[in-house]
């Protein structure tokens, strides 16, 4: 019970924090920080759903954070190769 | 009110992990440019979701499932620094000046 | 940035290595989505989309032309078209054994231990998991392909030279 | 103990889509799309709809932020301001309100997973999925039942559809990269 609690409590954290991050995707001021930030928050979100996986006993959520992690390590690749100049490496 | 070890250990990683990834926010939004906040990304960030996930792995015990929990902190040990790397090459690439005090 | 500029960048060791860590496992784990789709969340299209995405990411490490060359557009596109195929064949199977279009229960007549679940996994993982993971990859390469690009020369055709005339793009995609 | 994290959820989510639509350039709203992206399934996952999720997370943060980037890849970015106009303040009051009249109607929905929920309580429809289903089709997911069996032509459709799709853009694609 505590132990759920406990991981409920940290989700909820890392959901304020992610929305702090938000700011710094929002600003800027190069893409280079949006990307970190959105960088930042994919983690975060990986974290979420493994911690919301283990408070409400959903085993199969461990399958979308999974599927995140992988995704957002593509989506930073991605970006950071792309902004090297529009369409200039790519 | 009686806690087992195993709780005091998961209580323990969880804040452990949460007080290493509201550093990462800090530095996200406090760090002067784009190399620095991409460094606290990369280490930070991977030790906070390390140790918020053997919390995890703590609760779910030995199962099946634990396994995807030890592959995702692998994944994030490995992918994290690389794309911190890869944004800051990117930042570099681009002629992105580093931050000096004296500017 | 200038051409002098774009020749001189290599692609990183450090993303190349990782790729070459990562996309295995990015492999396993999309045909573990699509294979287990009825058991757990997930199914064809996440899981062809996942293993789309490892296109994707081969090709953001080692070049895009590079994949691509590797890969071979022919068979993206091919996998696409197999989909079809497949689910089409899956549901006139139905009709083959005297039932309706796409209806499971008629492969009971087949000596299968779970027919309808079968059946489903067919129609999953052949049927929408191929097509868009081909769609998919399909689509990346083409969108990718800027305007400079070399359309692959597979069958001699010059880009721009007579190659507009509508016969022979629809000609060598097949 | 859910509900922290889920208003949480939603006052982000909510501040994503609001910055994507106000950012004015187009690469910093497709990195912001993608942060709206994994907030979303995250949202979908946490109302218990985790192929939803899966689906959102594939699709919305990876190959979607992919394609868009390629797209205006193909473009220049615009140097004078003349593109980057602000947005009207009546179409952001019209949003608003438009969203103000939505949100009056969440109160009156049942809760997530509420079992006395009409769609869930109607024995004709989804009760019949989630209660034969297992029995019917021996697939657990009644997600991949409903998709792949009950509603197997109509998802014939919809592949076929996203495979013709994908061709003519391939052919129009080709066509252009050719000439």
């Given at each position: ?30 893409m280079?920080?949006?990307v ?39 989506m930073?690749v991605a970006i950071s190769k792309f902004t090297v100049d529009r369409g200039g490496v790519m | ?89 990117a930042?570099?690439e681009e ?9 | 940035m200038?051409?002098?500029?774009r020749?001189?960048y ?46 994707l990411?081969?090709a953001f490490?080692?070049g895009i032309d ?73 689509l990346f390469f083409l969108t990718a392909a800027g305007p400079d690009a ?25 | ?24 350039d187009v690469l910093a709203a497709i990195i ?32 979607t932020t992919v394609l868009l980037l390629l797209t205006i890849a193909e473009t220049v970015r615009p ?94 694609l080709?066509?252009e990269v050719?000439?």
């Amino acid at each position: 019970m505590i132990v759920e609690q406990a991981l409920l409590a940290a989700a909820a954290a890392l959901v304020v924090l992610a929305a702090a991050v938000l700011y710094r995707a929002v600003r800027g001021p190069t893409m280079q920080d949006r990307v970190v930030a959105v960088n930042v928050l994919g983690t975060n979100t990986v974290v979420i759903l493994a911690l919301l996986s283990a408070a409400l006993d959903v085993p199969s959520f461990l399958d979308i954070a999974l599927v995140y992690a992988l995704l957002n390590f593509l989506m930073a690749v991605a970006i950071s190769k792309f902004t090297v100049d529009r369409g200039g490496v790519m | 009110m009686d806690v087992t070890p195993l709780e005091v250990a998961v209580v323990g990683f969880l804040l452990g992990g949460v007080f290493f990834t509201f550093v990462t926010a800090v530095g996200v939004i406090r760090l002067p440019d784009v190399y620095a906040r991409a460094h606290t990304a990369s280490q930070t960030d991977t030790l906070g979701a390390g140790l918020t996930l053997i919390a995890v792995a703590l609760v779910l015990g030995l199962e099946t499932t634990t396994v995807k929990t030890v592959l995702l902190v692998a994944f994030i040990f490995v992918t994290n620094p690389t794309a911190a790397h890869a944004i800051a090459r990117a930042a570099h690439e681009e002629d992105i000046e580093p931050w000096r005090e004296d500017r | 940035m200038s051409d002098a500029e774009r020749s001189t960048y290599t692609e990183s060791e450090v993303i190349m290595s990782t790729v070459r860590v990562v996309t295995p496992f990015v492999l396993t784990f999309g045909l573990f989505v699509t294979f287990h789709g009825a058991d757990s969340p997930g199914g064809g299209f996440q899981g062809g989309a996942l293993v789309g995405t490892v296109a994707l990411m081969l090709a953001f490490a080692f070049g895009i032309d590079a994949t691509r060359r590797w890969l071979g557009r022919r068979a993206v596109t091919a996998a696409a078209s197999l989909g079809v195929i497949a689910f089409a064949a899956v549901g006139l199977g139905g009709v083959a054994l005297g039932s309706s279009f796409l209806d499971y229960t008629a492969y009971k007549a087949l000596p299968l231990k779970k027919p309808v679940k079968l059946g489903i996994e067919a129609v999953e993982i052949g049927g929408i998991g191929l097509i868009v993971g081909g769609v998919i990859a399909g689509l990346f390469f083409l969108t990718a392909a800027g305007p400079d690009a070399d359309a692959d020369a597979d069958a001699g055709t010059v880009p721009g030279d007579g190659a507009d005339t509508g016969g022979g793009p629809g000609g060598d995609a097949e | 103990m859910i509900a922290p994290v889920g208003y949480a959820l939603v006052a982000f989510v909510v501040a994503a889509a609001v910055a994507t639509a106000l950012l004015r350039d187009v690469l910093a709203a497709i990195i912001l799309f993608a942060a709206y992206s994994l907030g979303m399934a995250l949202l979908y996952t946490l109302l218990l709809a985790p192929d939803v999720g899966l689906t959102e997370a594939v699709v919305g943060a990876g190959v979607t932020t992919v394609l868009l980037l390629l797209t205006i890849a193909e473009t220049v970015r615009p140097t004078d301001g003349g593109a980057l106009e602000r947005p009207d303040p009546r179409a952001a009051v019209a949003c608003g309100a438009l969203a103000v009249v939505f949100g009056l109607t969440l109160p009156d929905l049942p809760a997530v997973g509420d079992p006395d929920s009409p769609v869930i309580a109607y024995e004709r429809v989804t009760g019949y999925y989630l209660s034969q289903s297992y029995a019917e089709t021996g697939v657990e997911n009644t997600v991949t039942a409903v998709l792949a069996a009950y509603r197997g032509f109509d998802t014939f459709g919809e592949a076929t559809v996203v495979f013709a799709a994908g061709v003519a853009a391939m052919v129009v694609l080709r066509r252009e990269v050719l000439t």
